[in-house]
């Protein structure tokens, strides 16, 4: 029997620090966890605008060749032109590759771990089909990417998905094959100085505390429902002056945003762009002085922020029928409603006139939705080792 503890594994991901997302924090948090017991790394291309420092993580990390591109903050890898990488990982000796994208590091996984004698894993993480049409404006040519999408996942030993509706999206895209879900964790805790956190971050950011504070928290891109947010907090700030909203986050369409939000006329200083925060602690403290945190997107699959929130008492209003929605049980552990401006705007209205639903809904996703990562990656561990076990009995190894 293998022991899950040992198992050395190599995750793969066409993007990393500097750039933050859900999918390169939970990249960051299976190395960062699993490393504690047994050596895992991430293989990923070099930083192309901003030089990142390795050494400051606790993994080893390798930087694969890329070619610069000139669509924001990403590259071209190409790990399979890059010499260097091959003996490297043959020195690491890992028992198995999960990739965590499906094009250029996710490619070289799936066809050298074949290679290499070991099994192969893939979640699916990312509405990509989306994304294409977004940067493409072609949905002809989205098609013709999920098709190579879903020959990848067909090439992988296993696949996963982070939620079942996340799942489900994969299978729209023509994949036949079985599913493991795989829940995404936090690394948000409940702090031991909650008080000191909040008031630094009242502070910092002005962050009144006397009205009813609304955060979004994420890339600054339209197809995360932003537009959405700005169209009902339009009619919530024309209801009542008591609603102030928070936007954390940078992106490719945050110019665009913030001229949006300025030809709608908000009051001064109802709508705050936050920009992006790296400090943990500072973050932590935008949470702690919100009331509700407003994640309506319909793009998003398991997302990160919505237990981030969730870890500090703060409950989600989200798309009703959403992949990001599944987390939550309405009026228990968060909220939802139908993806317009008239229904979010209604159900604010009703969280906030409904005496101690908001506390109630803290507390119940704090309890249920707030997975953290070190329940997590135990149970990563122990499906690896069963799929190092089948793989290694269905090759006679």
Not at 13 to 32: K, L, M, R, S, W
Not at 220 to 227: E, L, T
Not at 262 to 281: A, H, T
Not at 379 to 388: G, P
Request: overall charge negative; proline content about 5%.
């Amino acid at each position: 029997m293998i022991n899950p503890e040992t198992i050395r594994s190599a995750q793969f991901n066409d993007t990393y620090f500097p750039i933050v997302d859900g999918v390169v924090q939970t990249v960051h948090n299976y190395a960062e966890h699993m490393n504690r017991t047994a050596y895992t790394c991430v293989v990923t291309p070099k930083p192309m605008k901003k030089e990142f420092d390795d050494n400051t993580l606790s993994y080893d990390v390798f930087r694969t060749s890329a070619v610069n591109l000139s669509v924001a903050e990403y590259c071209l890898p190409t790990p399979k032109f890059d010499g260097k990488l091959k003996a490297w990982l043959a020195e690491k000796d890992p028992q198995i590759f999960h990739a965590h994208s499906p094009f250029f590091e996710g490619s070289f996984a799936a066809q050298y771990a074949k290679k290499l004698g070991i099994p192969s894993v893939a979640t699916f993480h990312s509405k990509y089909y989306d994304d294409v049409v977004h940067i493409t404006h072609s949905k002809a040519i989205a098609k013709i990417v999920t098709k190579k999408i879903v020959r990848f996942y067909n090439s992988v030993d296993h696949v996963w998905a982070c939620s079942h509706g996340t799942a489900d999206t994969l299978r729209s895209y023509g994949y036949g094959g079985e599913i493991f879900v795989m829940d995404n964790g936090t690394s948000f805790k409940a702090p031991d100085n909650p008080d000191a956190l909040r008031e630094k971050a009242a502070q910092t950011f002005g962050i009144p505390r006397d009205k009813k504070i609304l955060l979004f928290v994420g890339h600054q891109i339209w197809h995360k429902n932003i537009k959405l947010i700005l169209d009902t907090f339009k009619m919530l700030s024309e209801h009542s002056g008591d609603y102030r909203l928070l936007i954390v986050g940078n992106g490719y369409d945050e110019q665009a945003i913030r001229k949006y939000a300025d030809s709608l006329n908000y009051p001064e200083g109802f709508v705050r762009f936050l920009g992006k925060i790296m400090d943990r602690d500072l973050l932590s403290g935008v949470y702690l002085n919100t009331d509700l945190f407003f994640f309506p997107s319909v793009y998003d699959n398991s997302p990160l922020v919505v237990r981030e929130a969730a870890s500090l008492g703060v409950p989600s209003l989200l798309t009703e029928g959403s992949n990001a929605a599944e987390a939550v049980e309405r009026n228990v552990t968060g909220f939802t409603a139908a993806e317009n401006k008239v229904a979010m705007y209604g159900e604010i209205l009703r969280i906030f006139g409904t005496d101690g639903l908001l506390e109630a809904a803290g507390k119940g996703a704090r309890e249920h939705v707030a997975k953290p990562w070190e329940e997590i990656i135990p149970l990563v561990r122990e499906q690896y080792a069963q799929i190092i076990e089948q793989y290694n009995f269905e090759h006679k190894k």
